[in-house]
């Protein structure tokens, strides 16, 4: 029996979706207790989940791949996306930055996630149709990197047993 080896990032996925889908669930509680009540905007919780989760298995499949052909990448990686983390907008607002600045950090794909995100939880609009060109961008970029991925993961199935 063959094992598909396109599972195991699955597997590091879903064992920490759990845990997302329980915070999601405490930020909830703390909104409602501070006055931010649950209105038809929160029904975007579904999209953004779905996002996310797209997103991180696109980027896994890349990241996975090039991790066991080149054992260097896996600190490069975890640099990268803690960079990506700080430069994008969680703990800080977006409108602080002057025009070209700002425009360059939306090119961020957690930039999307986590605007559409605040709009859920805050209940302030639509993000994901108000926003349709960052919709289209982020679509876009996630399908050229499930794309980029399968193909790298398809080209080096058969070797990652030697690597390993």
Same mark, same amino acid.
């Not at 009540?37 to 919780?45: A, D, E, N, P, R």
């Not at 703990?91 to 961020?108: F, G, Y």
């Not at 859920?120 to 926003?131: C, D, L, Q, R, V």
């Given at each position: 029996?063959?094992?598909?080896? *396109?599972?195991?990032?699955?597997?590091?996925?879903?064992?920490?979706?759990?845990?997302?889908? +329980?915070?999601?669930?405490?930020? !909830?509680?703390?909104?409602?207790?501070?006055?931010?009540? /649950?209105? +038809?905007?929160?029904?975007q919780i579904i999209y953004f989940v779905f996002a996310t989760f797209c997103l991180v298995f696109a980027i896994s499949l890349i990241t996975s791949t090039l991790s066991t052909i080149i054992r260097d990448v896996h600190? $490069?990686?975890?640099?990268?996306?803690?960079? %990506?983390?700080?430069?994008?907008? /969680?703990?800080?607002?977006?409108?602080? %930055?002057?025009?070209?600045? *700002?425009?360059?950090?939306? /090119?961020?794909? %957690?930039?999307?996630?986590?605007?559409?995100?605040?709009?859920? !939880?805050?209940?302030?609009? =639509?993000?994901?149709?108000? &926003?349709?060109?960052? *919709? #289209?961008?982020? =679509?876009?970029?996630? +399908?050229?990197?499930?794309? #980029?991925? *399968?193909?790298? &993961?398809?080209?080096?199935?058969?070797? $990652?047993?030697?690597?390993?």
């Amino acid at each position: 029996m063959n094992f598909p080896m *396109s599972v195991i990032p699955n597997i590091a996925i879903f064992s920490q979706f759990y845990t997302h889908l +329980v915070l999601l669930g405490v930020t !909830f509680i703390i909104f409602q207790i501070s006055g931010y009540y /649950v209105s +038809v905007y929160f029904l975007q919780i579904i999209y953004f989940v779905f996002a996310t989760f797209c997103l991180v298995f696109a980027i896994s499949l890349i990241t996975s791949t090039l991790s066991t052909i080149i054992r260097d990448v896996h600190m $490069f990686l975890n640099a990268t996306l803690r960079m %990506l983390l700080y430069l994008s907008p /969680v703990l800080w607002q977006l409108t602080i %930055l002057d025009e070209p600045l *700002s425009t360059i950090m939306k /090119v961020n794909p %957690l930039y999307y996630i986590i605007e559409g995100y605040r709009a859920a !939880f805050f209940g302030t609009e =639509w993000y994901f149709i108000n &926003h349709w060109q960052y *919709s #289209l961008y982020f =679509w876009g970029l996630v +399908v050229v990197l499930l794309l #980029l991925g *399968s193909k790298i &993961h398809v080209k080096f199935r058969r070797h $990652f047993i030697d690597y390993l």
